[in-house]
C-alpha cells in the first residue's frame, strides 16, 4: 500500500466556511483534512476544465428526456 504524502500549510479562512466543513466532515464521519483536501481538488478541476460539469449535463439531459415535446413547442 502506498503511503498518501502530506505537506502542511498555514492559511486562514472565513468561519462560517471552516464550520461548514467541519459540520460536513463530522456529518460524513470524516477527518476534517479529508473533507478540505477533497475541495481543493473539486475547486482545482473546476478551475482547469472548460466543459460542464457531469453533474450539469446529466441534469441537461434528463430535462430533455422530460420536457422534450414542451422544448419543442416554445422553440415553434
Known sequence: MTAVVREKFSSQAAPEVLAALRQIASAQGRQFQAVLDEALRDYIDR???????????????????????????LAK
Open 47 to 73: 478551475q482547469q476544465t472548460e466543459h460542464p460539469r457531469r453533474h450539469v449535463l446529466a441534469s441537461f439531459a434528463s430535462s430533455l428526456d422530460e420536457f422534450d415535446q414542451l422544448y419543442r413547442e
